[in-house]
């Protein structure tokens, strides 16, 4: 196996038994390596500085700091490049969406199957969305009744930016992005935070599912 392949994980989360039945589902992947755990969000923010994790499995409900609150912070760090995953068992849609604004790349109930949990994983270190189709349809509710922008004319999106939109929507990381289009991926980072702004959003995940969204009106 070239180690070069593999994807380094840390995992946020309180719960001692949790943390144990990841890690064997993490040792069952070739493509994932547990780097780190920690049990609250300020050991987290910690290690993430420290170790600098290709994924970072998120808790929600945490002492010390919570899911959101660590979330945000992990998000203002610039030097952080991390997929950040959600892993919980709230499925109520403040804390999705909470979650989903703060700009977490996947949101997955701890209910799930351990098979799809390894599939979303995956999917979260290919740069695509990695969340559940019925939390999917909760976020597309949301939106739908939310006052924003019906398609890319009436944002007021520029060329570049509808491109990149496109490739949000396909689930495609900045990283991905960047290099589909031969830019900087500082330069990605601008677009998307402009996209985002024109269209009264504050997340990618929301912005996939809105342009999803517009496609079928």
């Not at 987290?44 to 945000?72: C, Q, S, Y």
């Not at 949990?117 to 740069?127: N, P, Q, T, Y």
Request: charged share 30%; with cysteine.
């Amino acid at each position: 196996m070239n180690k070069t392949l593999e994807s380094s994980v840390l995992i946020i989360d309180d719960h001692p038994l949790f943390h144990k039945g990841v890690a064997d589902l993490i040792a069952m992947e070739p493509s994932l390596r547990l780097v780190g755990e920690a049990s609250d969000g300020r050991t987290g923010l910690e290690l993430a500085h420290a170790l600098r994790p290709d994924l970072i499995l998120l808790d929600l409900n945490m002492k010390v700091m919570d899911g959101i609150e660590t979330l945000r912070h992990l998000r203002a760090d610039d030097g952080l490049d991390a997929r950040i995953v959600m892993l919980t068992v709230s499925d109520t849609e403040s804390d999705v969406l909470a979650a989903l604004c703060a700009g977490v790349d996947g949101y997955l109930l701890k209910d799930m199957e351990p098979k799809a949990i390894l599939e979303m994983l995956r999917s979260a270190m290919h740069g695509r969305l990695a969340i559940s189709t019925q939390l999917t349809e909760l976020l597309a509710r949301a939106l739908r009744d939310s006052p924003l922008p019906r398609d890319p004319d009436a944002a007021g999106l520029t060329p570049r930016e509808r491109e990149i939109l496109d490739l949000i929507a396909q689930g495609w990381s900045n990283k991905l992005i960047a290099r589909e289009l031969d830019l900087a991926v500082g330069t990605v980072k601008v677009h998307v935070k402009h996209l985002l702004k024109k269209l009264g959003l504050k997340s990618r995940v929301e912005a996939a599912v809105w342009a999803v969204n517009a496609r079928q009106r």
